[in-house]
């Protein structure tokens, strides 16, 4: 059974900064690729950022310039670094790993931005 764990969510003024991370359990060389959703009130889980086993990543349009998803393969986790905040991107943030094309997702952390 994996085990996702985010952590570092929180509230935030507009403008600031946060940094999520999402420690897998077992080894991050299993999981191809990795990366965040996020889920706002009334709306649907969206894509946010992905970075596979080599190191490419991808972001939604709506978080590029401003968010940077990275991994620590020593430490088994997954950041989301997240600047110049606004509060469309007030939500759950979801992290996800895949392995043999089963996804598996974590428990979610909340952030809020306020204006």
């Known amino acids: 059974q994996v085990r996702l764990v985010e952590s570092g969510g929180g509230l935030v003024q507009a403008g600031g900064s946060l940094r999520l991370s999402c420690v897998v359990s077992?080894?991050?060389?299993?999981?191809?690729?990795m990366g965040w959703y996020r889920q706002a009130p009334g709306n649907q889980r969206v894509f946010v950022a992905v970075?596979?086993?080599?190191?490419?990543?991808d972001y939604a349009d709506s978080v590029k310039g401003r968010f940077s998803i990275s991994r620590d393969n020593a430490k088994n986790t997954v950041y989301l670094q997240m600047n110049h905040l606004i509060p469309e991107d007030t939500a759950v943030y979801y992290c996800?790993?895949?392995?043999?094309?089963?996804?598996?997702w974590g428990q979610g952390t909340q952030v809020t931005v306020s204006s």
């Open positions: 996800y790993a895949e392995k043999n094309g089963n996804r598996s």
């Open positions: 077992g080894s991050i060389f299993s999981f191809n690729p």
């Open positions: 970075i596979r086993r080599g190191g490419s990543t």
